[in-house]
């Protein structure tokens, strides 16, 4: 199982970035799908997931409102956007797969992938 996390770079304070995760097409549909986050020296923490059919999401209390994850299984992608970004925000955004339903528990993803920069400057 491969998860191709894109579309991170470098934008100010205020802008917006959209940041996809391409799987296999298995692995999208069956999967609640999860974006985490890790900043330098900070443990790596959750910030989004969505069930297998979109029906439930979950946001960490630090993104809801700005952020939106999604996900269209017929192209096997899941995404998420970023808006009103802060410095805060400013990490490596990893997409992830777990085999159970939605949850914030980093454990309970199965795949990861490799992770994706955004660096917001203030």
């Known amino acids: 199982v491969q998860l191709q996390a894109s579309g991170g770079g470098m934008v100010q304070a205020g802008d917006s970035l959209r940041l996809s995760c391409a799987a296999s097409r298995r692995t999208v549909s069956n999967n609640a799908m999860g974006w985490f986050r890790q900043a330098p020296g900070k443990e790596r923490e959750f910030v989004a997931s969505?069930?297998?059919?979109?029906?439930?999401?979950v946001y960490a209390d630090s993104v809801k409102g700005r952020f939106t994850i999604s996900r269209d299984n017929a192209k096997s992608t899941v995404s998420l956007q970023l808006s009103s970004l802060k410095a805060e925000d400013t990490a490596l955004y990893y997409c992830a797969a777990s085999q159970s339903t939605v949850t914030t528990v980093r454990w309970m993803y199965n795949y990861w992938g490799q992770g994706t920069q955004v660096t917001v400057s203030s």
């Open positions: 969505i069930s297998w059919n979109g029906g439930r999401i």
